[in-house]
T-cell receptor, first 110, second 115 residues
Framework: TQLLEQSPQFLSIQEGENLTVYCNSS?????LQWYRQEPGEGPVLLVTVVTGGEVKKLKRLTFQFGDARKDSSLHITAAQPGDTGLYLCAGLQGAQKLVFGQGTRLTINP | GAVVSQHPSWVICKSGTSVKIECRSL??????MFWYRQFPKQSLMLMATSNEGSKATYEQGVEKDKFLINHASLTLSTLTVTSAHPEDSSFYIC???????????FGEGSWLTVV
C-alpha cells in the first residue's frame, strides 16, 4: 500500500503549457517535501512545506500544502524543456523518516 | 555545506556473491541514516533505518538477513547485499539528516548490477 499517491505518474506536454502534479495521502505529515531527480543521481530538494495551507513559489513552480497537511500540489507555469525530469513528493513521518510517492515523470516537448 | 557520499557509484557482481555499499556523512555526524532502493522508472522505496550503535529497523517486506546494515560510527553506514541475485540489481540511495539547518541530504546513489 502506497502511503503517498502521486498523480499523474507520467505527463508529456508541450513547451509553454501549464501543469499540476498532485500528492495525496490519508495520513497527516509534519511536513512534505518535493524533489526532482535526474537519471543516475540522488534526488534534489526543491521545497519543504510545513504549515497547512502554505504556498511557496520557486520561480515558475508553485507548491501548496493542504490545510489538513495530507496533500500537496506542484504547479508549473509555462513549462520549459529544462523542466523535464522525475518529480517526487515525500512526507515526513515522525522526526526523520521520509517516505516517497510514486513519482511523476514529466516530459516537456519543444 | 553538508554532504553525503556513497561508494562505489556503480558495481557489477556475480550472482551469489555479496557486495558492500558505503554511505558517509562527510562533514557532520549522523546518528540515523536511511537506505532506499530505486528500480528503473520507479520511485524511492525505503528499505531500512540505520541506527548508530544499534540494530537497523527494516521496512515491511525487506529481508534483514539479505540486506545487512551496519552503522558502526557516526559518519558511516554500510549496506551489504548478501548472496546477490539479478533481481537485486537496482539503484541504492542513502540519506542522512544533518548540517546547520537539520536538513536531509541524499547520497549520489550506487548502481548495483548482478550478473
Amino acid at each position: 500500500t502506497q502511503l503517498l499517491e502521486q498523480s499523474p505518474q507520467f505527463l508529456s506536454i508541450q513547451e509553454g503549457e501549464n501543469l499540476t502534479v498532485y500528492c495525496n495521502s490519508s495520513s497527516v505529515f509534519s511536513s512534505l517535501q518535493w524533489y526532482r531527480q535526474e537519471p543516475g543521481e540522488g534526488p534534489v530538494l526543491l521545497v519543504t512545506v510545513v504549515t497547512g495551507g502554505e504556498v511557496k513559489k520557486l520561480k515558475r513552480l508553485t507548491f501548496q500544502f493542504g490545510d489538513a497537511r495530507k496533500d500537496s500540489s506542484l504547479h508549473i507555469t509555462a513549462a520549459q524543456p529544462g523542466d523535464t525530469g522525475l518529480y517526487l513528493c515525500a512526507g515526513l513521518q515522525g522526526a526523520q523518516k521520509l517516505v516517497f510517492g510514486q513519482g511523476t515523470r514529466l516530459t516537456i516537448n519543444p | 555545506g553538508a554532504v553525503v557520499s556513497q561508494h562505489p557509484s556503480w558495481v557489477i557482481c556475480k550472482s551469489g556473491t555479496s557486495v558492500k555499499i558505503e554511505c558517509r556523512s562527510l562533514d557532520f555526524q549522523a546518528t540515523t541514516m536511511f537506505w532506499y532502493r530505486q528500480f528503473p522508472k520507479q520511485s524511492l522505496m525505503l528499505m531500512a533505518t540505520s541506527n548508530e550503535g544499534s540494530k537497523a529497523t527494516y521496512e515491511q517486506g525487506v529481508e534483514k538477513d539479505k540486506f545487512l546494515i551496519n552503522h558502526a560510527s557516526l559518519t558511516l553506514s554500510t549496506l551489504t547485499v548478501t548472496s546477490a541475485h539479478p533481481e537485486d540489481s537496482s539503484f541504492y540511495i542513502c540519506s542522512a539528516w544533518g548540517g546547520t539547518g537539520n536538513t536531509i541530504y541524499f547520497g549520489e546513489g550506487s548502481w548495483l548490477t548482478v550478473v
